[in-house]
Every structure is written in C-alpha cells, then in structure tokens.
C-alpha cells in the first residue's frame, strides 16, 4: 500500500490549507485513516482520524475544532482542511492508514501511531507569524 501526500506549503497565521492523501495498492474502503504531525525534536503527534464506512472522526486536543479530516472512498482520497492556522501547527503532515478495527477500540488506539500500517513520505506544512 502507498500513501502520497500533497497541499502542504507556507501559510500565514490565521490562515488555512488544505492537505491530500491518495492511496494504491489496497482497498481503501477498509482503512481507519489517520493524520501524524511531527516538529523537528518532537514525539509524532496525532492529528486526526477517520473510521470506514460512515466516516467517524477524532481530533487531537490542539487541532479540534480548527481542522476537519474527511473521506472520498471513490477516489481512495483522505483530506485534512486546516483553519486558523498557527506558527505552532508548522510540521511535516504524514498519512497513515490502518484496520478497520482501530477507530472502534478505543481512543488511545485510534491516536496511536503503532496502531497504523502504512504511511506516507509527508508534506512540509509552515505558517508564519
């Protein structure tokens, strides 16, 4: 399974950006799908994720109600739109998908990055002050 992200960029404070992840090489309908965050000499931080079928969705405490994670099955496609963006949120954005199972265990699991199987390269998000 590959995972390819895109959108990342420079942005301004308050502002806002719109991420992509395109996935190959499996069944897409079947992945939780999920959003890492990592700063240079930071742990990997849990961003947001979404569950099959009818698209749950869990946020980090820094990114809820600021950023919105969604699903487009038919273009085995999982989207992050980012507003009011803050010069703390720059990091390298990664993808990561994962069994079905993992949204519906519990929330430690869904936000855990050992819980998920494939990822992605990442893209480079930085938002000035």
């Known amino acids: 399974v590959q995972l390819v992200e895109s959108g990342g960029g420079l942005a301004q404070a308050g502002g806002s950006l719109r991420l992509s992840c395109t996935t190959s090489g499996g069944t897409f309908s079947t992945y939780t799908m999920a959003w890492f965050r990592q700063s240079p000499g930071k742990e990997r931080e849990f961003v947001a994720s979404i569950s099959t079928s009818i698209g749950l969705t869990y946020y980090g405490t820094s990114v809820a109600g600021r950023f919105t994670i969604s699903r487009d099955d038919g273009k085995n496609s999982v989207f992050l739109q980012m507003y009011s963006l803050k010069p703390e949120d720059t990091a390298v954005y990664y993808c990561?998908?994962?069994?079905?199972?993992?949204?519906?265990?519990?929330?430690?699991?869904?936000?855990?990055?050992?819980?998920?199987?494939?990822w992605g390269q990442g893209t480079q998000v930085t938002v000035s002050s």
């Open positions: 990561a998908a994962g069994r079905t199972a993992i949204f519906y265990n519990n929330e430690e699991g869904r936000s855990d990055p050992s819980e998920y199987d494939y």
